[in-house]
Every structure is written in C-alpha cells, then in structure tokens.
C-alpha cells in the first residue's frame, strides 16, 4: 500500500483504548470514524460530544466521527483499528467480513487471547476476514494507559507485522511527539506479551492486596516473565521481544500502575473479595481473567510450566485463597533461575 498523507481511518469500538486512539490519531488531521455498536450509543457521544462512559472529560475533535457500521466507511477506509475486548473480536469481524478491501491495512489494538481456544487476536481476524494476505494485519502494542494518553503525556508503542511497508504506514500515522512508534517483525511474541501482561497484573495486583512488599511484588512479576518467555519461544516468538515495549514496558505499566484495572482487580482479590463481587462493580473488561484459560490451554498443550498461571487459575475458578497460593509458590522446589522451570 503507497503512503496517504491523510488517511481515513476507522476504529471499530468505544472502548475508553478505542477512543483515545481516535482523539490521538485525529490531533494529525486524518479523517477518523470511531464505530459504535448501536444508534443509541451514536446519539448519546453525539449530544455530549465526548464518551461519557468510557473516557470523560475528553471532548471530541470535528474531524473526529462517531457511526454505526457502515459498508461505505469501512470499504472506504485506508486503516480499520479493532480496539474491542478479545472476547468480543470475532463477532466484530465478521460483521465486516465482506466489505473489507485486499488493500486495507487491519491494525490490531486488542490485547488478549481467545478463552476457548487460545488463538491470538490475528487468528482470529485471519479466520473471520478470510484475509488474502497475512500482512495486512498490523499488532499495536505497548505501555499504552488510555488516560495518560488522552491527556498528552509521552509514551511510546510498538507496531508489529509481517509486512515492513504496513507497519511504517501504521507508525507514521500514530507517530507524534508525545507518542513515539517502533516497528517489529514478531506478530507472536507481540501479541503474546501484550496477552500476558494483564494475566501477570492480576498476580502483581494480589501482591498488593496481601501487603507483600515490593519485593514480592517484583520478585513475583520477573519469575512470570519467565513463564512468558517459555511460552513465547515454545510458540516460536523471538524471545528479545519480551525486554521491549510489548513486554517489559507492556508488563511494568499494568503491574504498577492504579489505572490498571487488571492490577486492581488482583488487588481486590488479594483483600478478600471474591471474583464475582469485584466484577460486579466494574465497568471496564478485566482481559487478564479469559487470558489465563487461553495461556493454560496453550502451556497444557505445548507442555510448558507456567506455576504462577496455574495458581491464578486456582485462585479464580478453584476458591483457593491467595494467602495460601503464595504460601504454596514460596515452597515448590529450589531451582536454577535460569533452568526452563520456576
């Protein structure tokens, strides 16, 4: 695909990432369609000119647009962003199935993988759109806050794909001085780090729930980037990928920080609450709870040991109380830091 000085972009979800990603990418001047799910949702954004739901405070640019799917923005559309839950993914696609064009570069801002078959968000797009090319599709990823981002402060981000053309047409449109772009090749190892750092904010966040200290805390966030690299190189990604941006940098924002709602949800589990009640009292997806039934279908499968995983598990879906999770991690066997198990 040549290069467009302006381009039009549409971004399929009104996710509080979705939305930023509008507000950032239209600060260029490019002709920017946010895709809501429903006429009630359009009308609502349209009479308080921002998303009241998902990123108040954040009016919207007159060259930044909110729709309904339609066939003649989409077959129009230079970029098509899905930035919805990954549970949600495939049915998105689909709706879009037969209005995408060959030449269409698909960006994929989605993180996670998919609960009942541990495919990756590219699996996904790949089967729905019955794409012509695997290098049509681009994977953004990185220590990406959504609210940091509405407000200006600096980060930076990593565009992966297969195809070096795609992913300098992605960073250029997203490149500015408040929001630094990289390019890689590893579409796998991308998007798997950007899949488990919300499984890893959960644990960090129970760390914080149980006062641990920060020792645990970053003691327990290096040995599940060991489980990572395991699992990313049993995959085939190129195991430098996780020190990047969409490993480390992904990992390090989430754990940390209390916009995280991964990390806060860790943490309300760490205090007592269970699942169900936290849940409950959240609007947002917590990504990193389907993300650890895909991960440990896959390590099941690929026979890689993921000990931080599999308790988590417990914790989430066998009752086990994080206390005794901890307690259960602190006396497996002593090992070798850098032998393949924890």
């Not at 609960?115 to 729905?128: K, L, P, R, V, W």
């Not at 990047?244 to 390090?252: K, N, P, T």
Request: proline share 4%; glycine share 8%.
């Amino acid at each position: 695909m040549e290069r467009i000085d302006k381009l039009r972009i549409s971004i399929v979800g009104t996710t509080s990432w979705g939305t930023t990603l509008g507000l950032l990418l239209s600060r260029a001047g490019n002709n920017i369609t946010l895709i809501a799910r429903t006429e009630i949702e359009v009308d609502k954004i349209l009479a308080e000119g921002e998303n009241s739901r998902f990123l108040p405070g954040y009016k919207f640019p007159s060259h930044l647009h909110i729709s309904s799917i339609e066939k003649h923005t989409i077959e129009n559309s230079n970029l098509i962003i899905f930035a919805v839950p990954s549970g949600s993914l495939r049915d998105n696609a689909r709706k879009l199935k037969d209005w995408v064009s060959p030449k269409t570069i698909i960006v994929i801002a989605t993180k996670g993988l998919e609960a009942s078959t541990g495919n990756f968000m590219s699996d996904i797009i790949d089967q729905e759109l019955n794409l012509e090319n695997p290098s049509q599709v681009c994977i953004l990823s990185g220590p990406n806050l959504s609210r940091e981002i509405a407000e200006g402060l600096p980060t930076s981000t990593v565009i992966s794909s297969t195809s070096s053309a795609n992913a300098k047409i992605v960073q250029d449109a997203l490149a500015s001085d408040k929001f630094r772009t990289y390019v890689n090749s590893d579409v796998i190892g991308t998007q798997l780090g950007g899949a488990m750092k919300n499984v890893v904010a959960i644990v960090a966040g129970i760390a914080d729930g149980l006062d641990l200290g920060d020792n645990a805390k970053a003691g327990v966030i290096s040995r599940a980037m060991a489980e990572i690299v395991r699992l990313g190189t049993a995959l085939g990604a190129n195991p430098s990928t996780f020190s990047g941006l969409a490993g480390l940098g992904d990992l390090m924002a989430t754990s940390y920080s209390r916009l995280s709602r991964n990390r806060y949800f860790g943490e309300q589990l760490g205090k007592g609450q269970s699942p169900e009640t936290i849940l409950a009292n959240m609007q947002n997806v917590v990504e990193g709870i389907d993300t650890t039934k895909a991960v440990l279908l896959l390590a099941q499968k690929l026979e890689v040991e993921m000990p931080i995983a599999k308790n988590l598990g417990h914790i989430l879906w066998d009752n086990m109380k994080p206390l005794d999770v901890v307690e259960t991690l602190m006396s497996r066997p002593t090992t070798s830091e850098t032998k393949t198990a924890n």
